[in-house]
């Protein structure tokens, strides 16, 4: 499932994670997101989803958290891919 940017940013305190590397989290990330490795959410989601609540989930460029999106909704969680990802939250803030 996507989201595009225009309607993610009209949300009330999303829950956001950012799968990126550490490191690019680091440097800077959408305000309010935590960083979960797109892996450790894949392996393990019961261990930072809450099947009760919707995410909101970004990688760079939109393309890899687009399909660990897909695959978590398969698992019955509520997660959304930001279209575009980081770069387009970065072009459109």
Known sequence: ??????DFLKLNNPNI???RLPQK????HIPGAINVGA???MNNPEKFLNPNLTYYIYCQKGTSSK??????????????NIEGGYEAWV???
């Not at 989290?25 to 800077?28: C, E, P, T």
């Not at 399909?67 to 959304?80: M, N, S």
């Open 1 to 6: 499932m996507n989201i595009s940017l225009v």
């Open 17 to 19: 994670i950012d799968v």
């Open 25 to 28: 989290y680091n440097d800077n």
């Open 39 to 41: 892996s450790q959410l």
């Open 67 to 80: 399909t660990l999106a897909q695959i978590l909704t398969v698992k019955g969680y509520k997660v959304f």
């Open 91 to 93: 072009l459109n803030s």
